[in-house]
């Protein structure tokens, strides 16, 4: 009778270690699963900044090739002389600039400039002067500070010129280039605002078609997909066949991507 007891509790005692064994195996397979779940999630996530990024650099060298005067995309086949003064120039959007061994056509008025800040000085062009003598120092060291990548400074120079000059044939541009600082600074809450005054403020702007593509970047950056995908299809209808129109439609096909 003893024996009979010890045995069953041997018994027992092995059938309660392979539960514990099962429920401990039951666990691991849980962890493992919750893990799976998370490094799926931290992979999304990663293809997400790698979208993000590539857009970004896709945008910015678009950018810097129209103020260099090559399509974007393609290097440069020999760097372009300086201007004397080695300063960017504010150059109209799709312009043409000089390449080598052929002279550039004069460039259009200043109001024209391309929605992009670069480091990169363009070849063979010129400032124009436009407005008085102190009003365009003004914007000059305004824009020259957005040029040396000095935003914060540029933004306040620009909020000056605005508040001083608010009927110049400049303050267009003066908003423009200061929604622009904010926009390479990632501030696209005040960037969006301050693009959406300039097209309240001058809707026939020369600046406004640009104004308008950025409006729906910012719009696109702070993940408001509806109005950013109206305010981009708005831009190729009003102006069809523009470098705006163009980089509307990517960065709608970017969207699409993004919203799924």
């Known amino acids: 009778m003893a024996e009979r007891v010890d045995k069953l509790e041997q018994q027992q005692t092995q059938a309660q270690g392979s539960v514990d064994l099962v429920n401990q195996i039951n666990a691991l397979q849980a962890q493992i699963q919750s893990l799976q779940g998370q490094n799926e999630e931290l992979k999304h996530q990663l293809d997400q900044l790698k979208q993000q990024s590539n857009d970004k650099y896709v945008d910015l060298d678009s950018r810097i090739a129209r103020l260099e ?70 914007y000059d060291q305004a824009f020259g500070a957005l040029k040396d990548g000095r935003y914060a400074e540029s933004a306040r120079q620009f909020q000056a010129f605005i508040g001083k000059y608010p009927n110049s044939d400049l303050t267009p541009n003066a908003y423009y280039w200061l929604g622009e600082s904010y926009y390479v600074t990632a501030n696209y809450p005040v960037s969006l605002d301050t693009f959406s005054k300039l097209l309240a403020q001058f809707p026939n702007s020369q600046k406004a078609s640009a104004a308008l593509l950025k409006v729906g970047y910012c719009q696109y950056e702070l993940k408001q997909w509806d109005k950013a995908e109206a305010t981009l299809n708005e831009v190729g209808q009003k102006y069809p066949g523009t470098q705006e129109a163009n980089l509307a439609q990517g960065r709608l096909r970017a969207l699409k991507l993004e919203r799924h």
């Open 69 to 138: 005067g090559r399509s974007p995309g393609a290097a440069a086949a020999a760097p372009a002389p300086a201007p004397a003064n080695n300063q960017m120039q504010d150059v109209p959007l799709g312009g043409t600039a000089a390449t080598a061994g052929n002279a550039a056509p004069p460039p259009a008025p200043e109001q024209n400039a391309a929605p992009a800040v670069a480091a990169a000085p363009t070849a063979q062009l010129s400032n124009p002067a436009v407005g008085g003598g102190d009003e365009k120092a003004a």
